[in-house]
């Protein structure tokens, strides 16, 4: 024959597509991994962020109660003397379901409330 054949044959098709299929598998695992470890990064940093908030208006005074879950999230705080005299441990936690329990502790030194 002159000039040969061209296009593809019907196993070379075959091979390109199983191929095709095993990359887009690959990708769309990958792709769901990443979003939820966006999803779960997000988490921590709203728990981060509501610690820190508590914490602050722990050395502002306020000892009032928050009241309840905010959204999935349950803080929880405690004060108690430290040393040396004058100084109080603040403590707040932070918990919330992320695939298992997960928890978020932040304390500080500040000086007893009078």
């Known amino acids: 024959m002159?000039?040969?054949t061209r296009g593809f044959t019907v196993i070379e098709?075959?091979?390109?597509?199983?191929?095709?299929?095993?990359?887009?598998?690959a990708l769309?695992?990958?792709?769901?991994?990443?979003?939820?470890?966006?999803?779960?990064?997000?988490?921590?940093?709203?728990a981060t962020q509501l610690a820190e908030?508590?914490?602050e208006r722990l050395r502002a005074g306020d000892r009032s109660d928050d009241g309840g879950p905010?959204?999935?999230f349950t803080r929880t705080?405690?004060?108690?003397?430290?040393?040396?005299?004058?100084l109080e441990r603040l403590e707040v936690l932070v918990t919330w379901?992320?695939?298992?329990?997960?928890?978020?502790?932040l304390s500080a030194l500040a000086r007893s409330a009078p």
Do not use: K, Y
Request: with cysteine; charged share 20%; glycine share 8%.
């Open 77 to 86: 705080w405690r004060t108690a003397p430290a040393e040396p005299a004058g």
């Open 70 to 72: 905010i959204g999935e």
């Open 13 to 25: 098709l075959l091979v390109a597509t199983t191929i095709f299929a095993a990359l887009a598998a």
């Open 97 to 105: 379901d992320d695939r298992g329990a997960q928890r978020f502790a």
């Open 53 to 55: 908030e508590r914490l």
């Open 28 to 46: 769309a695992q990958t792709l769901i991994h990443a979003q939820q470890a966006r999803a779960s990064s997000a988490r921590w940093l709203c």
């Open 2 to 4: 002159a000039g040969g």
